[in-house]
């Protein structure tokens, strides 16, 4: 029961073996990365790594790991912790992920505050406004029962991001159900030519909003969890890049750091 770690290079891991990293994109790369899962294997999407980032490990595992009991997502350089930290020692254990499974039904990393602006202020403010766009659309017309759930959401400004999860077998496939069904209908109607940068990867983007969106509608329960960020962050410079964007000077602004 893996938790996979979704990396696009070769980085040092956990030596845990109950996490495991997973190459996204490689069916963009000639070169393997030794010990790494591929995401293209079997079932896949991972040709549109650059559409949905970390989400084609999250595909892979959906059709490619149906025997494992649970199945969660992390990021090379971010895990779920005991404590907020730069250490791989104060990662979550598989025992501790077990037990914590026994009286909730997802975990989630803390959520990010973003205290003057709501998530669809933040969206627009840091992205092209057409995948949001379409995303609302399709949420209305083919995901109705989800409609009002998405609208909390858009409305918060707190939200659990980076498309990080862990969660049980059945609640994993009920997810990502959810998740790839709107994901493939926005995909449908999105012009990616008309989309710079960054914007490429709306999919993935968008995909970080719906969890929230299907733990409200399913009122699933959830533990939140710190944030080990293997890399430390200039809080100080990401804080006045996200007050660009908030004032109208998104090109001078990044997002993603």
């Known amino acids: ?30 070169k393997k990365i030794n010990n790494f899962l591929s995401d293209a294997t079997g079932d896949n999407i991972s040709i549109k790594n650059p559409y949905y980032n970390e989400l084609t490990a999250l595909y892979w595992a959906k059709y490619n790991l ?14 779920l912790g005991h404590k907020a930290s730069h250490q791989y ?28 602006e709501n998530q669809e202020q933040h969206y627009l403010n840091a992205h092209s406004h057409e995948p949001w766009q379409i995303l609302q659309k399709v949420i209305a017309e ?17 939200a659990h991001l980076f498309n990080m999860s862990i969660m049980k077998q059945t609640e994993f496939q009920a997810y990502t159900d959810f998740l790839f069904d ?27 909003r719906m969890l929230d969106v299907w733990l409200i509608k399913t009122n699933s329960t959830y533990q939140e969890f710190p944030m080990v960020s293997i890399e430390k962050i200039n809080w100080i410079t990401k804080g006045w890049h996200f007050l660009l964007r908030h004032f109208g000077l998104k090109h001078q602004a990044k997002t993603h750091f």
Not at 11 to 17: G, H, I, T
Not at 69 to 75: E, R
Not at 142 to 158: G, T
């Open 1 to 30: 029961m893996p938790i996979l770690v979704a990396t696009h290079k070769d980085y040092a891991m956990p030596s845990d073996k109950f996490y495991q990293p997973i190459y996204v994109g490689s069916a963009l790369h000639k």
């Open 66 to 79: 149906q025997d494992q009991k649970i199945i969660g997502l992390a990021h090379y350089r971010r895990f």
């Open 89 to 116: 020692q104060d990662i979550l254990t598989e025992y501790e992920v077990n037990q914590a499974l026994e009286n909730f039904d997802v975990l989630v990393p803390k959520a990010r505050n973003y205290w003057i």
């Open 142 to 158: 083919q995901f109705s029962d989800y409609q009002q759930a998405f609208k909390q959401v858009s409305a918060s400004k707190k």
């Open 182 to 208: 709107v994901l493939s209908a926005v995909e449908k109607e999105l012009d990616f030519t008309k989309l710079h940068d960054q914007d490429q990867r709306a999919l993935g983007f968008l995909g970080e």
